[in-house]
């Protein structure tokens, strides 16, 4: 088990509502990522956040919006949501770069 | 063409078999190589990661990178059961994001 959290575990939502998805980094780990990881797809990278400023971002609309607060932890929103949005989403924490990038269980999110 | 290319299988092999799996890409920038494992319904777990070209051994699995064939691959040994699950190459760059494979689902059966 890595140290990483996410919760909820899952969720279901209609159309059209606004998600909050939150993550808790491994002790010490000052770097977070998100992916989106779509049925039988590998991961795609939404963005990252690195001592709370967004470090990259990935090819998602800006309805994909995140935070990283002082003790490193994050929450990934997202608004307006579309059916194309059902998905595992995951988190993953890193010191630095993502060489060493750890991943929380994920969070599945159904949208109706 | 996607950046990383994997293929999905699924690959069916018996306990005690060696498994091979591939992964090929296109961006000569890739500097770091990554396979992770991922068991239904969980996050990816690191198993290992390679800077460059080379080998590296850990227990029974050895990963291989040829950056000159843009080619990497992942060795299992003595496979086990609980070794089924989905495995993931990754590769990441000067943009410090981690580019994913689809996956390739493997099953080793008793």
């Known amino acids: 088990e890595t140290g990483v959290t996410q919760s909820p575990t899952h969720l279901i939502k209609t159309r059209g509502q606004q998600v909050t998805l939150r993550c808790s980094s491994q002790s010490g780990h000052n770097t977070v990522s998100w992916y989106q990881q779509a049925l039988g797809q590998g991961p795609q990278f939404i963005f990252q956040y690195y001592r709370e400023e967004e470090n990259g971002r990935g090819n998602f609309p800006p309805r994909f919006s995140g935070l990283q607060f002082p003790n490193y932890s994050s929450e990934l929103n997202v608004n307006a949501l579309e059916l194309d949005d059902s998905a595992l989403y995951l988190c993953a924490s890193s010191l630095g770069g993502v060489t060493e990038a750890f991943f929380g269980q994920g969070t599945r999110l159904t949208v109706v | 063409q996607k950046e990383v290319e994997q293929d999905p299988g699924p690959l069916s092999v018996p306990e005690g078999a060696i498994v091979s799996l591939n992964c090929t890409y296109s961006n000569s920038a890739f500097q770091y190589f990554m396979w992770y494992r991922q068991y239904s319904r969980k996050g990816p777990e690191l198993l290992m990661y390679t800077y460059s070209s080379g080998n590296k051994e850990d227990g029974r699995f050895t990963a291989q990178v040829d950056k000159s064939s843009k080619y990497i691959s992942l060795f299992i040994r003595d496979s086990q059961p609980s070794d089924s699950a989905t495995y993931l190459c990754?590769?990441?760059?000067?943009?410090?994001?981690?580019?994913f494979g689809t996956g390739t689902r493997l099953q080793v059966f008793p």
């Open positions: 990754a590769m990441s760059g000067p943009t410090d994001k981690l580019i």
